[in-house]
Nanobody
């Protein structure tokens, strides 16, 4: 599965951004998909994931209630992350990922369960 992320940018505290990730490949519609982020000087962090059908989602506690992950209901090959109420601590490079496994527990995600990764898109939140 090939992934192409887009939609990052610079926004003020409290603002909103929507990230998109286009998936291509024969099995992309049957894969779980997710978002991770890496802030400067920090380890990669799980943000959100969605199962193959789009019916189940899971979020990191740090973004719960502010971010919404979704995928198109038809081809299921376009992933989105709607980010509201952005904070300076959300500043990071955001990566989309796809894989065969979906966990309903956010603490289970390490990144190793995903087979394919996008190139990353920068999100900067100014204070």
């Amino acid at each position: 599965v090939q992934l192409q992320a887009s939609g990052g940018g610079l926004v003020q505290t409290g603002g909103s951004l929507t990230l998109s990730c286009a998936a291509a490949g024969r099995t992309s519609s049957t894969y779980a998909m997710g978002w991770f982020r890496r802030a400067p000087g920090k380890d990669r962090e799980f943000v959100a994931a969605i199962n193959w059908s789009g019916h189940f989602t899971v979020y990191a506690d740090s973004v719960k209630g502010r971010f919404t992950i979704s995928r198109d209901s038809a081809a299921r090959n376009m992933l989105s992350l709607q980010m509201n109420g952005l904070k300076p601590e959300d500043t990071a490079v955001y990566f989309c990922a796809a894989g065969r496994v979906y966990y309903g527990d956010s603490s289970a995600y390490t990144g190793g369960e995903f087979d394919s990764w996008g190139q990353g898109t920068q999100v900067t939140v100014s204070s």
